[in-house]
């Protein structure tokens, strides 16, 4: 069984910085993908950022240049660098990890921008 756990959600003003943290831990086969999505109220769930299975990254549009994924492959954790945060971004943001044609999401962690 794999078990994703995400960290550092929070509320922080327009502009701001807040890093996100997701350790997986568990029976992970290799290879396995991870990477970071959102949900706000009323919408579905959305990628913002992820690894693909040949190590590039993959961001949405309205986070390119503002967000950093990067990955400690030795930890198992998968981060998410958010930089100008915008009251846009507030949303549920869930860790996922892809391996064995299955994936495995974290419970989520709480973003909130005020503006």
């Known amino acids: 069984q794999v078990r994703l756990v995400e960290s550092g959600g929070g509320l922080v003003q327009a502009g701001g910085s807040l890093r996100l943290s997701c350790a997986a831990s568990?029976?992970?086969?290799?290879?396995?993908?991870m990477g970071w999505y959102r949900q706000a109220p009323g919408k579905q769930r959305e990628l913002v950022a992820a690894?693909?299975?040949?190590?590039?990254?993959d961001y949405a549009d309205s986070v390119k240049g503002r967000f950093t994924i990067s990955r400690d492959n030795a930890k198992n954790s998968v981060y998410l660098q958010m930089n100008s945060l915008k009251p846009e971004n507030t949303a549920v943001y869930y860790c996922?990890?892809?391996?064995?044609?299955?994936?495995?999401w974290g419970q989520g962690t709480q973003v909130t921008v005020s503006s």
């Open positions: 996922r990890l892809d391996a064995s044609s299955r994936n495995y």
């Open positions: 568990g029976s992970i086969s290799r290879p396995n993908t």
């Open positions: 690894f693909t299975y040949i190590g590039t990254t």
